[in-house]
């Protein structure tokens, strides 16, 4: 099983602020898939295929990577944006995911 | 617009059994694979396993094979998962999800709003 290991466990931002979330495979995967959960809430695809945002997604955001390595980067803070980001791998079963990073306002 | 409305959890003793279901509207369901996923409290999200439009296939995380059951009724647009054998260890929050496929892997592009299990004596 592929291993996501994110980074950083938990942040705070200011807004205006950028901010970069990583997410690391244990193996190389073909695509890294993001979501958003705010708290008590159900999570949400927010970015697929790496770099391709979601239905309603605010174009501050970004994906990027490749291999072992991607990243999720919000060019510009937004009080909005406070949640537990998840990184998901689907290239090889069992489908997994990243422990999450918490972003919060600062 | 896409909507999964998952039932039937609550409270259930270790070692019981119980069945979530998970209906679906705003789509054609008979088209899609689907799947579930848990999150234990304060916890991430673990896949429980997924399947195909026309139940040929059905595939599950190997700790939940022997424990859970997938199974869909497309006339009815709902999707199914038994769990036997209950224990604390399943406490979770039940999602249901459409699952996405660009023939390199999977993704979950719509989640319902989900259903608590409680395994408590």
Known sequence: ?106 | EVKLVESGGGLVQPGRSLKLSCAASGFSFNDYWMGWVRQAPGKGLEWIGEINQDSSTINYTPSLKDKFTISRDNAQNTLYLQMSKLGSEDTAIYYCARVADDGYGIWFAYWGQGTLVTVSS
């Open chain 1, 1 to 106: 099983e592929i291993v996501l290991t994110q980074s950083p466990t938990t942040m705070a931002a200011s807004p205006g602020e950028k901010v970069t979330l990583t997410c690391r495979a244990s193996s190389s995967v073909s695509y890294m898939h993001w979501y958003q959960q705010r708290s008590g809430t159900s999570p949400k695809l927010w970015i697929y295929e790496t770099s391709k945002l979601a239905s309603g997604v605010p174009n501050r955001f970004s994906g990027s990577g490749s291999g072992t390595s991607y990243s999720l980067t919000i060019n510009s803070m937004e009080t909005e944006d406070a949640a537990t980001y998840y990184c998901q791998q689907g290239s090889s079963y069992p489908p997994t995911f990243g422990a999450g990073t918490k972003l919060e306002l600062k």
